[in-house]
């Protein structure tokens, strides 16, 4: 019969045979894909059922015979489904593992396959109200406790009870101490797999600014044939994918690389992903030729990303990365990022178009707010970051999509002090990124005039000339203060005020007044005096925007806005 060590060591050597297999199986792109994201849809835990209750099962045949029942290494599997989906992930491979070795008969098949459900909803149970527990330390505490555990039900429920208290004195220690161990390195292995996606991540969203750099400039003339061809051939340029391509909702507009001699503009796509893609608006993967459904026989092209262009709301068409074999994480979320800067720019390249088609001065004023030199400068300074502080990078973006997107507002809408202040705080985090300590903002906001409804992008231009205009040329910056008081008579006084290099009267009086143009344009004037004359159109020229500034000390731009019902604003 074994003794303690001896069926520790043997248990040792079976356990590294499972953690071999979950190493391989995350090396696998479905399960890397899975580790990566860390999420738990209902897919994913079906996929984690099948996977680890297959894992569960290995662990029993890789078991060692004592004492008319099986030591073995079958926890890991159910206890790792638990705490990477919960309940319900943990119930279904403990029950997959425990029905198999039920079947395999035993003194102890009930209890075993009792406790190996158990183990597996208890680690679920602790992911659930315990997610801090996914980390080496909390594996190897919840191994400790899931296999106690099954030794409580073998003594509870296996009969005869002496044979039962025999089994549990030989392979309690050993099966506790090495399945713990176990789970805590397969769990640490688990968290490696995230750090190395995490960092390939911040790689790609690096690659993807670079990449943005130079094809923003592209997409100003929209999604066409001539756009998406020189947009495919800098990303396939700038990256290792096989092929790249872009469709409109009907057609391929580009391919480059592989596969282009057939895979030709102008022809219908067939892809199936394709069509799914731009019906949910969300990235598709297709993982095989047949799903990519090209009719040459030789195409070389066996898995592609497929991620919709978004204008509005509204697909344009598709970006498509291609691989000769899988895909993996990296090029999902290289997809993801280009896809979302290229849609940015093509809802500004829309705007453009209804810019050129509108005669109407709102349209040309939210236009001029759309300044090329604050996207690069903004993607510069997120690039600065990308390496250093990746979460600052990344909610960087977020401001920069939320800037523009809200910059595409239909002029015609009016929104709420309070909207115009947080479109204005996406704006002011990208400036104070580049700025650093230089830029200084105050708020003095009167909380009873936040819903007062405004035009949009009134005050957006105001902020913008203040730091452009007043404290760039400044060697150590400045401050910038937006002040907005409800008066008695219901008007929001709003004003921006700057403590930069200010203005003589001469440039003040030219600024509003339209045949200075070139004046005014070259000191941020165009943008002033669309708010100027957006004020007058809607509100009377008792309402347009007055400036008060002197050189050396800052200029304070201010403004009356009614607090009234829109409707009876609009019709007077």
Not at 136 to 147: C, D, F, P, S, V
Request: contains cysteine.
């Amino acid at each position: 019969m074994l003794i303690h060590p001896d069926i520790l060591l043997f248990l040792t050597q079976r356990m590294t045979i499972v953690i071999t297999i979950s190493f391989l199986l995350s090396r696998q792109p479905a399960v890397r894909r899975f580790f990566a994201n860390g999420t738990t849809t209902r897919e994913d835990v079906y996929r984690l059922i099948v996977i680890f209750g297959g894992l569960s099962i290995i662990g029993t045949y890789a078991a060692i015979p004592i004492d008319g029942a099986l030591a073995n290494s079958r926890v890991i599997g159910p206890v790792l489904a638990g705490l990477l989906g919960g309940p319900l992930a943990g119930f279904g491979a403990g029950l997959i593992g425990g029905v198999h070795r039920f079947a395999m008969g035993g003194f102890t098949a009930l209890a075993c396959a009792i406790s190996t459900i158990a183990e597996g909803l208890l680690a679920g149970l602790i992911r659930r109200y315990h997610p801090e527990a996914l980390n080496g330390m909390g594996a190897l505490i919840t191994g400790l406790m899931a296999e106690t555990l099954q030794m409580l039900i073998i003594l509870a429920v296996a009969r005869p009870f002496e044979d039962a208290v025999l089994l549990v004195s030989h392979i309690a220690l050993p099966m506790i101490t090495v399945n713990a161990v176990g789970i805590a390195v397969s769990v640490m292995l688990i968290q490696d797999i995230r750090a190395q996606e995490e960092q390939a991540g911040a790689l790609e969203a690096q690659k993807s600014l670079r990449i943005a750099n130079i094809t923003l400039p592209l997409l100003r003339r929209g999604l066409n044939e001539s756009s998406a061809q020189a947009v495919a051939q800098v990303v396939k340029e700038m990256t290792d994918l096989d092929a790249v391509a872009l469709t409109d909702r009907e057609k391929i507009l580009a391919h480059v690389g592989l596969g282009a001699d057939h895979h030709l503009a102008g022809q219908p796509f067939l892809t199936r992903a394709t069509e799914e893609a731009l019906q949910t608006g969300g990235p598709v993967i297709a993982s095989s030729q047949d799903e990519i459904q090209c009719a040459h026989l030789d195409c070389p092209l066996h898995a592609a990303v497929i991620v919709p262009l978004v204008s509005k709301d509204m697909p344009l068409g598709t970006l498509k990365l291609y691989r000769t074999k899988e895909v993996g994480i990296v090029d999902e979320e290289l997809a993801k990022g280009l896809a979302h800067l290229f849609s940015t720019q093509l809802e500004i390249a829309e705007l453009e178009q209804q810019a050129r088609l509108a005669a109407t001065a709102e349209i040309r004023a939210l236009q001029a707010q759309i300044n090329p030199h604050f996207l690069f400068n903004a993607l510069n300074t997120v690039a600065s970051y990308v390496r250093t502080h990746p979460e600052t990078a990344r909610n960087l973006l977020i401001q920069l999509g939320d800037f523009f997107r809200k910059n595409l507002r239909e002029p015609s809408q009016f929104v709420s002090l309070r909207e115009e202040l947080a479109h204005i705080e996406s704006y002011l985090a990208l400036e104070q990124a580049r700025f650093e300590d230089r830029l200084q903002v105050i708020h003095d906001i009167d909380p009873g005039a936040l819903s007062c409804p405004i035009p949009p992008l009134l005050l957006q231009p105001l902020v913008e000339n203040a730091l452009r205009h007043g404290l760039l040329p400044l060697r150590d910056g400045g401050s910038v203060t937006i002040r907005a008081r409800r008066q008695a008579d219901d008007h929001i006084d709003i004003s921006v005020e700057d403590d930069g290099v200010g203005m003589t009267p001469e440039k003040v009086a030219q600024l509003l007044v339209r045949n200075g143009a070139t004046a005014g344009a070259a000191s941020g004037g165009i943008g002033l005096r669309n708010v100027h004359e957006r004020l007058c159109s809607i509100y009377g020229p008792d309402y347009g925007l007055r400036i008060e500034s002197k050189p050396g000390l800052g200029t304070i731009c201010a403004l009356r806005i009614p607090d009234k019902d829109i409707s009876l604003l609009m019709a007077s």
